[in-house]
């Protein structure tokens, strides 16, 4: 039986990895560490509560003893850390969590694996920490240049963990990703916002010229190639993990409007993010070269992610209402 100690798994790519392990190996143990942040939902996760297979620790990454404890009492296979501030943002208004958790909640459960056995510590990385292209696509070799304090923070962990692999032989693999897209994604990143603002109704506030460029990739194939990097990826290395879907956010605008039948005055142009990256891409050869590469055709999974939006009211409806509402109207002035 492999055991794999998640951290963050309460979050949007956390939770999507626990379904997908529970759903598909019968034979795992998965404990997670989750701090249940404003992002952090229980929700995500009710059906396993009494499955055997699944145990939850509510605390911080930052916390050693609650780290340490998990480790001697669980032995785990796999560490993969998901746990993080992870909303831009955010991080334009206000760094310090960003800096604690991502930085130094790595920091912390890189110290911990260190004392203990683990056969693979896997670090969540992001496509962001490479900073803007405008032209060809960031290899797995390129320099880092990340341009926002989300960015900067990830870098940091990013480069700390490929640091523990150098000195300690601590057996790291970092994986940076493009932006994921799916169910149980908090109603603040584009995708869900402007998923959730047209069904009700509600403006989607683009920012600047709204030809900024992601690469979207589905998070169940995200979660896939996490779990196929965890088995096969090589140890002390670094894996690109891209969807092959670049569009601009009028593109993601216009396909939104379309799915819910919305009318195109709901578009409203708002004041640009501070240092707004305009485009990121990856080169995901060293990937495809491993073995794996995504499976997800993308217009069936936009649509799949809107009917699943439409189907669960229940789940992000309480998300945009009460003290999150207050954030919400303080952050987006443009509404
Ligand atoms: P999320 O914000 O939806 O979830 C983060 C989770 O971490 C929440 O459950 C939260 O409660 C938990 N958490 C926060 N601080 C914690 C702490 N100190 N201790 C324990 N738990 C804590 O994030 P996400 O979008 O699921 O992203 C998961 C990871 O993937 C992050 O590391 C992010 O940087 C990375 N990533 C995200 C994307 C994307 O498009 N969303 C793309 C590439 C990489
Ligand atoms: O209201 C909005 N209007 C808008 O035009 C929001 C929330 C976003 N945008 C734009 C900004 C970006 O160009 O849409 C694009 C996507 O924005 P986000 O959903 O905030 O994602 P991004 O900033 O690209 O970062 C994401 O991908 C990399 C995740 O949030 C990170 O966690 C991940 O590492």
Redesign the pocket.
Known sequence: MKKYFI??????????FVHYILRGKQDALVIN?????????LK?LEQFENDERYIFYH?????QQIVRKIFVDHKPDYLI???????VDRSIGKPD?FI???IF?AFTLLETAREHNIDRFIQ?????VYGSIEKGSFSETDPLMPRNP?SAS?AG?DRLAYSYFATYDLPVII???????GP???PE?LIPLFVTNAMENEKLPIYGDGKNIRDW?Y?SD?CAAIQYIADNGVIGEIYN?GGGNELTNLEITDIILEETNKPNSLKKFVQDRLGHDRRYSLNCDKLIALGWQPKHNFSQAMQSTINWYRDNEQWWKPLKSGEYLEYYKQNYKGL
């Not at 951290?7 to 999507?16: A, D, E, K, L, V």
């Not at 560490?33 to 939902?41: C, H, M, P």
């Not at 969540?124 to 962001?128: A, K, N, Y």
């Open positions: 951290t963050g798994g309460c979050g949007f790519i956390g939770s999507n560490l989750d701090k249940l942040t404003y992002a952090g939902n995500n605390g911080d990454i930052c916390d850390n998901f746990a993080a501030e992870s909303h969590d604690q958790t991502d909640g969540i990385s992001t496509d962001e989300y990830k962990a994986t940076r990703a493009s932006n994921n897209f149980y994604q908090f990143k990739l998070v995200h993990i």
